[in-house]
């Protein structure tokens, strides 16, 4: 498989992580989002809305929105599997993990932060400003989920990771990139702290990626 992605793409690192949690070996072809790589004819070809993540596979047309690709893997490598068994459970979880790559990730992405800036003229202080809100409203919605269900156990849903943890720990991944305060979401950081421990999750953060700085740039 050959994945496209860019090392510090939230979406990409959610699918770094599904492929590193079901075992399933994987090159990385990086594309720099910020030189304005995704925008190449070549790479238009692979995937025409000049986004990443792509995933290739046996030569297929790329697989792309980080999501379907997650449930792609789920089919295709059901185990370990990051689905509850239960309907219930599986609309928990998607919900949780929706919160995330729905309603908050699609505001913070690099295109839109572009177009803050050139095509309204935000400065960086209020480019920013619009960053921490929506973030930190996403990740509150999700610590409110998880405060009020009993199925929160070690991780979002249960004793093992599923699609949820998978987008909050990216998501936590992005806020700490930005240097934003996360006090205020405790449970969050519980099950982040929980998903750190796993060699999966912590060999997919963004920061441990190739062109990765040494240390957290905001």
Request: glycine residues 6%; neutral net charge; proline residues 7%.
């Amino acid at each position: 498989m050959l994945l496209y992605g860019y090392w510090r793409s939230l979406a990409t690192c959610r699918v770094r992580i599904a492929l590193n949690l079901k075992g399933v070996a994987f090159e990385e072809t990086p594309i720099d989002l910020i030189k304005g790589e995704q925008h190449a004819a070549s790479y238009r070809a692979l995937n025409p809305q000049a986004v990443v993540p792509s995933l290739v596979v046996d030569d297929d047309a790329p697989l792309f929105q980080s999501m379907a690709i997650l449930e792609y893997l789920e089919e295709k490598y059901p185990q370990p599997a990051l689905l509850p068994v239960d309907p219930r459970g599986r609309a928990r979880v998607r919900g949780l993990a929706q919160i995330i790559v729905s309603d908050t990730h699609p505001l913070i992405v690099p295109r839109v932060r572009e177009y803050l800036e050139k095509g309204l003229g935000l400065d960086e202080p209020k480019r920013m400003a619009w960053i921490r809100n929506w973030m930190m409203k996403g990740l509150e919605a999700v610590e409110a989920q998880l405060l009020r269900d009993t199925e929160t156990v070690r991780f979002c849903h249960g004793t093992a990771p599923t699609f949820a943890d998978i987008c909050l720990f990216s998501q936590v991944c992005g806020a700490q990139l930005f240097g934003f305060e996360l006090s205020s979401v405790p449970t969050v950081m519980r099950v982040f702290a929980e998903c750190i421990k796993l060699e999966a999750f912590d060999r997919g953060q963004p920061l441990k990626q190739p062109g990765a700085p040494a240390k957290i740039q905001h």
